[in-house]
């Protein structure tokens, strides 16, 4: 995936601007957690008058960060895009267009498998849900806080014996992001509006919240 950050400065001549004779931009990147950090040195000619031009050059800061639902461990930065105005015939309008390419986003859900027995009614609601089964709520916030950030980021949860004759059913449980929706996780997940209520009470969702969606039976 490739997302494209926009920035834009104002830079003050000392002198009037008539036209920019020459430009170039030289950048730096660097990456501090989800910080992208750079600095963009410009410098070229212009003219003050139609007689009269001069020298300039400057450098620009750069901070933006990356929202942290994408895995950032193959990412590269590069500039898209780079343009300019004059303003006011005193002020460089510079725009820059940085390319983020390589992002993978990051499925933030968590495999579990819970045991299906007479003791768990298979109709029963998400807060019936968690309430039976507390260790396995406990152990995915605990991983959905520790998540690994690669591709391969689901943990595995298995919680009984997979040799005796009890009947298995395999959920992901889902935490909801920001923007997410319940048209988007039904596509995400290929699931139905149906199958969803069986495990939840879906009036609403809101981030944070926990979906349970089954995705596998094994006898």
């Given at each position: ?33 989800y ?31 990356i ?46 498998t ?34 690994d ?54 009036n ?16």
């Amino acid at each position: 995936m490739k997302k494209i950050y926009n920035y834009k400065k104002e830079e003050i001549f000392n002198n009037n601007i008539y036209d920019i004779l020459s430009i170039a931009i030289d950048k730096k990147f660097s990456l501090d957690g989800y910080a992208i950090k750079g600095k963009f040195r410009i410098n070229g000619q212009y003219l003050i008058n139609e007689n009269e031009k001069d020298d300039f050059d400057f450098t620009l800061d750069y901070l933006n960060y990356i929202e942290d639902n994408y895995d950032i461990s193959k990412i590269k930065i590069d500039i898209d895009d780079f343009y300019y105005e004059i303003k006011d015939s005193s002020r460089l309008v510079i725009n820059i267009d940085i390319v983020v390419d390589g992002l993978e986003e990051i499925d933030r859900c968590i495999d579990a498998t819970i045991e299906e027995d007479d003791e768990y009614n298979i109709e029963s609601d998400n807060n019936d849900f968690i309430l039976n089964n507390t260790k396995v709520i406990d152990d995915i916030n605990d991983n959905v806080t520790n998540i690994d950030k690669r591709e391969d980021n689901i943990v595995n949860q298995q919680l009984f014996d997979s040799d005796n004759d009890s009947s298995f059913i395999t959920y992901k449980i889902c935490i909801v992001r920001e923007n997410d929706t319940i048209d988007n996780i039904l596509e995400k997940y290929n699931t139905t509006l149906d199958i969803l209520r069986k495990y939840n009470v879906i009036n609403d969702i809101k981030v944070g919240d926990k979906i349970i969606i089954p995705y596998e039976k094994n006898k």
